[in-house]
């Protein structure tokens, strides 16, 4: 199995995973068991999405097709929230 993304969270994972699995890619989300345990910590890289290697070609297109939000990508795509600081400024 090879890792074809890296997910911030298990809703971001299964996205991808149900995506992947659409395209008819078999798929394996790694690392989800491992969230229960940490309560408020903030812990990231556990969550990964996975195929098998035959299959990353075609799912690493899939993945780059996939309108995923970034932290930056979505903080410059949406406009700020009426109550930010920014707007006062």
């Known amino acids: 199995m090879r890792v074809v993304y890296e997910a911030e969270h298990v809703i971001d994972a299964h996205l991808v995973r149900h995506a992947l699995e659409n395209a008819g890619i078999p798929v394996f989300v790694r690392g989800e068991a491992l969230l229960g ?3 408020e910590l903030g812990v990231f890289g556990l969550v990964q999405v996975c195929v098998p290697e035959s299959a990353w070609m075609d799912a690493r297109s899939v993945v780059e097709g996939l309108a995923l939000a970034t932290g930056d990508a979505q903080a410059q795509e949406s406009p700020p929230h009426p ?3 920014a707007i006062f400024a």
């Open 37 to 39: 345990g940490l309560g």
């Open 83 to 85: 109550l930010s600081p």
